[in-house]
């Protein structure tokens, strides 16, 4: 069992950075593959960014070149910077750790709320 809480989030105007963090409880978080997820309302949840324990990331189109995620195995911490945030990044943003073996096991965070705006 992985608990996941996120932090990080609040409002921030149009070109602004935040940085969100995720704290992972457990003794196996450098197995787990970490991800940034986003979900705007009325919209479905998308994937923004994934890290896996060999430290390979993958982005979503819209924000490669703005975000970067990156992890921390001594403290059990994932983290999303995030650069000139647009209006459009507005969302709930969850983090997710991921564990494959024979099976495929993943985690959620309960979410924190990043607002773009003027």
């Known amino acids: 069992q992985v608990q996941l809480v996120e932090s990080g989030g609040g409002l921030v105007q149009p070109g602004g950075s935040l940085r969100l963090s995720c704290a992972a409880s457990?003794?196996?978080?450098?197995?787990?593959?970490m991800g940034w997820y986003r979900q705007a309302p009325g919209k479905q949840r998308e994937s923004v960014a994934s890290i896996t324990s060999g430290d390979n990331t993958v982005y979503a189109d819209p924000v490669k070149g703005r975000f970067t995620i990156s992890r921390d195995s001594a403290k059990n911490t994932v983290y999303l910077q995030m650069n000139s945030l647009k209006p459009e990044d507005t969302a709930v943003y969850f983090c997710s750790a991921q564990l494959v073996t024979t099976t495929i096991t993943t985690y959620w965070g309960q979410g924190t709320q990043v607002t773009v705006s003027s």
């Open positions: 457990g003794s196996r978080f450098s197995l787990y593959r």
